[in-house]
């Protein structure tokens, strides 16, 4: 029988002051994440825009300064089904100038 939990994942935080700058992509999870999520957040609480990538050689997505990247994967299905979900895992990648302020990997998993 399949179980409707959802978990968060711990969310991580890197220092946006240690970004490399443009041409280099740091790991903002280098560890990768600990459960295959349907929903990932990248909160860029930073003053300096950046881009994401999922392999850390190519641009995935774009997150402005002060904003959110919200990638929201069928929430509403049963584990079991057809679902799909960033795999357990995958370290997502910032590029951008350092900055100042934090920016977040979160996410959210279905229990098995």
């Not at 300096?48 to 069928?74: E, F, K, R």
Request: charged share 15%; proline share 4%; no cysteine.
């Amino acid at each position: 029988m399949a179980k409707n939990a959802i978990l968060p994942i711990e969310m991580e935080s890197f220092n946006s002051a240690a970004l490399s700058g443009v041409g280099t992509f740091d790991a903002l999870n280098p560890d990768g994440l600990d459960h295959s999520v349907f929903l990932l957040r990248i909160i860029n609480d930073s003053d300096t825009d950046i881009l994401i990538s999922y392999d850390g050689v190519v641009d995935h997505d774009y997150v402005p300064a002060g904003d959110i990247l919200q990638v929201d994967l069928q929430p509403n299905t049963q584990i079991g089904t057809s679902t799909a979900g960033i795999r357990q895992g995958t370290v997502v990648y910032a590029e951008g100038t350092a900055g100042t302020g934090l920016i977040y990997v979160a996410g959210y998993y279905r229990a098995d």
